[in-house]
């Protein structure tokens, strides 16, 4: 089928999602190794294998809506474990992308906030920071501040969450390089 002239044809999820990510998705053959890996598929509906299965099936609406695009933690064990090295946690991020440039609501409650203040908290540190990041989710998200005090002091006193955040060298060229991909 082809369209007449001068109609507008939607891209495919799939190039879309390729032309983001850098990833040539028709590479998975879907061995599942990704799932049988990921950290957070015990919260997830479908898992990253069936992701990518439903963006090559150019379920849009699905993916796009789907809470497992905002769980992944891109911890990247799926592209270590993928034979074919895809980046699936940059197709995650990618689906993201798109689903809040579509105007589609996040799929987990704060999730766009959170992914927000993740990238925020980087670009202003040039790294990312626990406390910092902490203390502005539950400000902004109203969750009781106060809910996870206990562990977070516990953490704090044994030295694996500083209260400051280090300095950089290198948060001059990360801000670049955000500017850059704007």
């Excluded at 369209?3 to 053959?29: F, H, M, Q, R, W």
């Excluded at 993928?82 to 440039?101: T, W, Y």
């Excluded at 209260?163 to 290198?170: D, G, K, N, Q, V």
Aim: net charge neutral.
């Amino acid at each position: 089928m082809t369209a007449a002239k001068g109609d507008c044809v939607e891209a495919n999820l799939t190039s879309i999602v390729s032309a983001v990510s850098g990833e040539s998705l028709e590479l998975c053959y879907h061995c599942h190794k990704c799932t049988a890996g990921c950290p957070v598929v015990g919260a997830m509906e479908y898992g990253p294998d069936s992701i990518l299965r439903m963006v090559a099936l150019d379920q849009r609406d699905q993916v796009l809506r789907s809470r497992d695009i905002w769980l992944c933690a891109g911890c990247y064990t799926c592209a270590t474990r993928c034979p074919n090295d895809i980046d699936i946690a940059a197709v995650m991020d990618a689906l993201r992308q798109e689903a809040v440039a579509a105007g589609i609501p996040a799929g987990e409650r704060d999730a766009l906030l959170f992914h927000r203040l993740f990238l925020g908290v980087v670009k202003r540190l040039g790294r990312s920071h626990e406390a910092v990041m902490l203390g502005l989710f539950k400000v902004l998200s109203h969750v009781p501040i106060y809910r996870d005090m206990g562990a977070g002091l516990g953490l704090f006193l044994r030295g694996k969450v500083p209260i400051l955040p280090e300095r950089t060298r290198a948060a001059a060229e990360v801000r670049q390089l955000f500017e850059r991909s704007h």
